[in-house]
């Protein structure tokens, strides 16, 4: 048998690019998983906000309300962070409840709409029964500018 000469730099550079094929697949493993956790991240945020904007609602229609105005009257529970606000529709027969929900990364809360009839009660306050087919997430009043928030 013959020795031929070997340095081993072909099995070197074999080696060398078998692990910067890894590498880059890894770095790009790792981007689709920081993607989906981001992702994961914004629907738990978004879930948590929904669920306290229905828990505002469900907790405004219990409470006694003053006199419906054309104004918002808002009442938070501090302790569940829930914040609920009532003011006559646009119509002047029925009340429009909303209920919020905090979202991290907006300024602005999410929002969910109920319409109310309302009923007077002898000590000058208000009762309100929600209406059927539930809750919205958009406004239900014609003239969409009552909805907002800053009024």
């Known amino acids: 048998m013959k020795k031929g000469h070997q340095e081993g730099s072909g099995t070197l550079a074999m080696v060398l690019l078998i692990a910067i094929i890894g590498l880059l697949l890894m770095s790009g493993l790792q981007r689709q998983l920081d993607a989906a956790i981001q992702v994961g991240n914004d629907e738990r945020h978004y879930l948590r906000a929904f669920n306290q904007a229905l828990s505002s609602l469900n907790w405004g229609r219990g409470q006694r309300w003053g006199t419906l105005t054309e104004n ?28 919020e929900g905090t979202l991290p990364a907006s300024a602005r809360p999410l929002t969910l709409y109920q319409r109310v009839s309302f009923s007077a009660l002898s000590s000058g306050q208000i009762a309100i029964q929600p209406l059927g087919n539930g809750w919205l ?15």
């Open 72 to 99: 918002w009257q808002c009442q938070r529970l501090s302790a569940e962070q829930l914040v609920v606000c009532l003011r006559a529709a646009s119509d002047g027969e029925q009340g429009l409840l909303r209920g």
């Open 137 to 151: 997430d958009f406004c239900p009043d014609k003239e969409a500018t009552r909805c907002d928030a800053t009024e």
